[in-house]
């Protein structure tokens, strides 16, 4: 029942909504209704500039990493539950209960996530996210690429345990929201193909 308890708890910390929080608490806004109406940091630092982007990014990947290490050194015996956690932390933000189960994309705190299991794997996936972000001026772009990055790191360092298992689940996840973005680039490439 108490891990139980932990896995629910932390899809009920995933689901804190900070983008729609912030948006409406210091602008009066909902960055819902703005832009491409996602609630994760790239489109509050498009709407409300880079203070608000930043401080939703550093919240939504601490909403990942704070608890997932709490619950690492409370269950350090008990991989599969921290596994568990962290998935079901990110399933929270991207299906939050107070958003009727819509939300964002999930890429802040899988990182959270993913920088407490593996910190390597979450430093090549960041890097590569600035770096094809910068290339491309796409989001998106940069997201999927930091997470093809993390698969790659895996299939070459898979450290055979739960917290692979983790963070390959949560890559898994990330290309799932981003779907409708897949689908925007791949119009957008056949339209500039000759």
């Given amino acids: 029942m108490t891990y139980l308890l932990v896995i629910l708890g932390a899809y009920l910390v995933g689901s804190f909504p900070t983008g729609v929080f912030i948006s409406k608490r210091k602008y009066g806004l909902d960055v819902r209704e703005m832009g491409s109406g996602n609630i994760g940091a790239t489109n509050v630092r498009r709407i409300f500039g880079w203070y608000a982007g930043i401080l939703v990014f550093l919240i939504d990947l601490g909403k990942g990493a704070a608890p997932l290490w709490a619950i690492r050194g409370f269950y350090p015996d008990l991989p599969w539950l921290v596994c568990l956690t962290g998935i079901s932390l990110v399933?929270?933000?991207?299906?939050?209960?107070?958003?009727?189960?819509?939300?964002?994309?999930?890429?802040?705190?899988?990182?959270?996530?993913?920088?407490?299991?593996?910190?390597?794997?979450?430093?090549?996936?960041?890097?590569?996210?600035?770096?094809?972000?910068?290339?491309?001026?796409?989001?998106?772009?940069?997201?999927?690429?930091?997470?093809?990055?993390?698969?790659?790191?895996?299939?070459?360092?898979?450290?055979?345990?739960?917290?692979?298992?983790?963070?390959?689940?949560?890559?898994?996840?990330?290309?799932?929201?981003?779907?409708?973005?897949?689908?925007?680039?791949?119009?957008t490439f056949l339209h500039k193909a000759p």
């Fill in 91 to 187: 399933l929270g933000h991207c299906f939050s209960v107070f958003l009727g189960f819509k939300g964002g994309k999930g890429v802040a705190t899988s990182l959270g996530c993913i920088l407490v299991a593996d910190p390597m794997c979450a430093l090549i996936g960041g890097l590569v996210y600035l770096v094809f972000l910068k290339v491309s001026r796409i989001s998106a772009v940069g997201s999927l690429a930091g997470v093809l990055s993390c698969i790659i790191f895996l299939v070459f360092e898979w450290p055979g345990n739960a917290m692979g298992i983790m963070v390959l689940t949560l890559c898994v996840i990330i290309v799932f929201r981003h779907q409708e973005n897949l689908t925007r680039l791949k119009k």
